[in-house]
């Protein structure tokens, strides 16, 4: 098993830590920015205006790279933990809504945060629960509690925070994780 | 058809040991103040769609929804309904205040148009802590769920999980959706309202989804805790489940596999057999796309038992009520079984050869089934079944 990769930045490092204080065992985690090369979010194709989604799909993509090869039959849940949710897209549209112009109807799509776990679970295969949850032990208590109930072997919990005021930047942090005992689920009936 | 799947066992496996229990519960919709008047409307079978009055709908190309009278405040409607489910339980001020609140919406209502500089301190979790101070219950352990369609009924389940595995003995599940400018607009642009304003579920000519209003609670509580209490339980939460599809970030997966398997996990961790259930509150929004791919989650989940069980979707009446929609959904599914009435799946057309079910039709049906189902689905492939068990 690959350690997890250490980070430079505090955002993954507080979440790995909480998650260790949560009793769960992390096996990857990501963060962004990690780098000083992480200036500028890559667009997520079918999402617009907003970093929220192209946040969680990058940092959710890096962690599940760095963990070790699942078996076949692994199931992952995704928990993504938000303080504020999109902001940048629910201003917009009430901009229109007060405006009377047009909603763009791909805001349509992104105004909730399933859209982009939908996208991480197609691209990644993550066949557990999706949720979305606001503060940091909430969404470490639902990954526990998932594991624990047999629900999923693994959990991804991505935390993003999108820039609200001047001198803000985007911020989101991604753990793989697991319980202590390892897999918790017993046969399911595939369908 | 297919057989119907293995059901484990020893649901005990899969669901922590612990008993868990519904000990109240408070509903605002369309219909009214209350689960009698939600209990009414349903039963009369006339949808409660009407023209939106509380804001300007000009714009919009549908320009209907399922709306109670006038402009509530969410906070306010939360707040008393809490407080409302808390009474239904019997609470005492003291018990109260030792449990916390599970609470689902889509955001703080004021995010969206406040001034930069004050949107950080208008998050849900400030919202929740709000409704939670205002309805007496706990400070601590507070959780917001913003997870779509699905936040209530995940909310639900979560909460179940924890008392089941001793985590929790007593948690108050919430959600509140009331129709308002934003997500209409939104739904609107998305081409997801039906334009002949009604919602016609599992049926031939269905044109879409229609928003409605939805605030409802439930108590969910470990037996021993209610026993403690000398509560008689309404319903026991006798399975869940939640999975997903792996499939589209708006799409269901065109075979139910997400949905499916949520409602397996619902039947394991019950123990019970798919011809046990006497009914399913089906998440049904109306859409072409969701519907066939529920029906053929049910066929894959329930076998031969998708034939016989009888179904409905109640959204053909109260309307969609997003993140609220698990717990409204769930409070008509108890009504339902433990009034031995079951509501109708208004607005049908014809049979859909892909959304061929045991639909309740023409007029609520009696019946008094010991099992019954609420299923729930959400962008993202997200899927949820609550199971509850009849006293």
């Known amino acids: ?191 | 058809m297919t057989e119907g799947p293995t059901v484990a066992a020893t649901p005990v496996a899969r669901r922590g040991a612990g008993t868990v229990v519904v000990t109240g519960a408070a509903v605002r919709s369309a219909y009214g103040r209350g689960t009698q008047a939600l209990l009414s409307g349903l039963l009369s079978g006339r949808p409660a769609f009407s023209p939106v009055r509380r804001f300007d709908v000009g714009p919009r190309r549908v320009r209907v929804a399922a709306t109670c009278d006038g402009d509530p405040d969410l906070r306010t409607e939360l707040t008393g309904t809490v407080g409302e489910a808390c009474d239904d339980a019997g609470l005492a001020a003291a018990d109260r205040s030792r449990t916390p609140l599970f609470l689902a919406i889509h955001a703080h209502p004021a995010i969206a148009r406040a001034d930069p500089a004050d949107k950080p301190q208008l998050g849900p979790a400030a919202f929740a802590a709000a409704v939670a101070a205002g309805s007496g219950l706990a400070t601590h352990g507070i959780r917001c769920y913003l997870s779509a369609c699905v936040a209530a009924s995940t909310a639900i389940a979560d909460a179940a999980a924890a008392i089941a595995h001793g985590r929790a003995d007593r948690i108050v599940v919430a959600g509140g959706y009331l129709v308002e400018s934003d997500q209409f607009a939104l739904f609107d642009a998305g081409r997801v309202l039906a334009d002949d304003a009604q919602v016609r579920p599992f049926s031939t000519g269905r044109r879409g989804l229609l928003l409605g209003d939805g605030v409802g609670a439930v108590v969910v509580e470990s037996h021993e805790a209610a026993r403690a209490r000398r509560v008689r339980p309404v319903v026991r939460l006798a399975g869940w489940g939640r999975a997903g599809d792996a499939y589209h970030p708006c799409q269901p997966h065109p075979q139910g596999h997400g949905m499916a398997r949520a409602v397996t996990a619902a039947l394991q961790r019950a123990g019970i057999a798919a011809q046990d259930l006497g009914y399913l509150n089906a998440h049904g929004s109306g859409t072409a796309q969701s519907d066939p791919a529920e029906t053929n989650a049910l066929r894959l989940a329930l076998g031969d038992a998708a034939g016989t069980v009888p179904v409905s979707s109640t959204k053909s009446l109260h309307g969609q009520a997003l993140e609220a929609s698990g717990v409204l959904e769930f409070i008509v599914t108890m009504l339902a079984a433990s009034k031995g009435s079951l509501p109708v799946n208004a607005g049908f057309l014809g049979t859909d050869e892909n959304c061929r079910l045991n639909l309740v039709l023409g007029e609520a049906r009696a019946a008094t089934p010991r099992y019954a189902m609420s299923v729930n689905a959400a962008f993202g492939g997200a899927n949820t079944a609550l199971l509850i068990g009849v006293p």
């Open chain 1, 1 to 191: 098993m690959r350690p997890p990769v250490p980070q430079a930045y505090p955002g993954p490092d507080a979440l790995t830590a909480a998650a260790v204080a949560a009793g769960l065992v992390v096996r990857a985690c990501a963060g962004w920015p990690e780098t000083p090369a992480d200036d500028r979010v890559p667009p997520l194709a079918g999402f617009i205006e907003s970093t929220f989604s192209p946040l969680v799909a990058q940092v959710a993509g890096r962690a599940l790279s760095r963990r070790d090869e699942p078996p076949r039959d692994q199931v992952t849940a995704l928990v993504i933990v938000t303080a504020l949710g999109d902001v940048t897209s629910a201003t917009r549209v009430a901009a229109a809504v007060d405006a009377g112009t047009r909603v763009p109807p791909l805001l349509f799509f992104q105004s909730v945060p399933n859209s982009v776990a939908g996208y991480v679970a197609a691209r990644w295969h993550l066949t557990g629960p999706v949720a979305c949850v606001t503060g940091t032990a909430a969404g470490l208590a639902v990954a526990a509690i998932q594991i624990q109930d047999a629900e999923a072997d693994e959990v991804l919990v991505v935390r993003v925070d999108v820039a609200v005021t001047d001198g803000d930047r985007d911020r989101a942090a991604a753990v793989v994780v697991t319980g202590p005992t390892g897999r918790n689920r017993p046969g399911t009936a595939e369908s």
